[in-house]
């Protein structure tokens, strides 16, 4: 190994001790998600830092983050700092210890709650309506079995209704969460955390069904224009 190659290397393994050097941080967010960063620091209404983790990999990029938006800090020495204060003018009714629970149900419903059952529902159901939403029935007075049969009516406004009514009705209901999942029982008796976890839950629902109804409306409307007579 060249003298060159030799100083490369070990310049590119300083580099690395120097980033696993770096404190690794965990920055919990209001809404249930979390970002781990290195060298958080609370400053002025803002957390900053030196760099962040994305899908396990480093970007040494420094940034901030407003404080209002952050529950907690992790530190790596193992102290956390709690950002969130109860100050209803700010709209921050509930306390420190409630409004954890809260996030703690926010996040194990990101973790948790797949809900991708709303999606394929959804996509079934709209298809099939907008497919048969071009059905041509027989006139009964005038019989014609060549004006009867699928795309060979136009579409109506089902079209566009179907997609919301089908969101609404898969998204509305009540969230469910399975126990198995929670590692600490007395989470499931607490009404913070299973509030929080039911509003990330409904918002996936609502999120997956309207994706799955408007690829359905699709679905249904490409096969008319390309199959209709």
């Known amino acids: 190994m060249s003298f060159l190659q030799t100083r490369f290397f070990l310049l590119f393994f300083l580099a690395q001790l120097a980033l696993s050097a770096s404190a690794h941080d965990t920055l919990t967010f209001l809404n249930g998600r979390s970002m ?4 958080a620091k609370d400053a002025s209404g803002n957390v900053e830092y030196t760099g962040f983790y994305r899908r396990g990999k ?7 983050l407003e404080r209002y938006r952050i529950y907690s800090i992790d530190y790596s020495g193992g102290e956390r700092s709690i950002l969130y204060a109860q100050d209803s003018s700010l709209g921050n009714f ?19 709650h ?46 566009v209704i179907m997609p919301f009514a089908v ?30 976890y039911a509003r990330i839950g409904r918002q996936k629902k609502f999120f997956h069904a309207l994706k799955g109804s408007g690829i359905g409306i699709g679905v249904g409307l490409l096969s008319y224009l390309i199959f209709k007579p």
Request: aromatic share 10%; no cysteine; proline share 4%.
């Open 36 to 39: 781990t960063v290195t060298d």
């Open 58 to 64: 480093l970007i040494t990029k420094p940034g901030s």
């Open 94 to 112: 509930r306390t420190q210890q409630e409004m954890g629970y809260y996030v703690q149900g926010q996040s194990h419903a990101h973790e948790y």
């Open 114 to 159: 797949k809900a991708r059952w709303a999606f394929w529902t959804s996509l079934g159901v709209t298809t099939v309506a907008s497919i048969f939403d071009t059905y041509r029935f027989d006139d009964a007075e005038t019989p014609n079995i060549n004006e009867a049969g699928l795309f060979k009516s136009e579409p109506t406004i089902l079209q």
């Open 167 to 196: 969101t609404m009705s898969i998204g509305l209901p009540r969230v469910s969460l399975k126990s198995s999942t929670v590692s600490d029982r007395a989470l499931l008796n607490d009404q913070n955390f299973l509030l929080g």
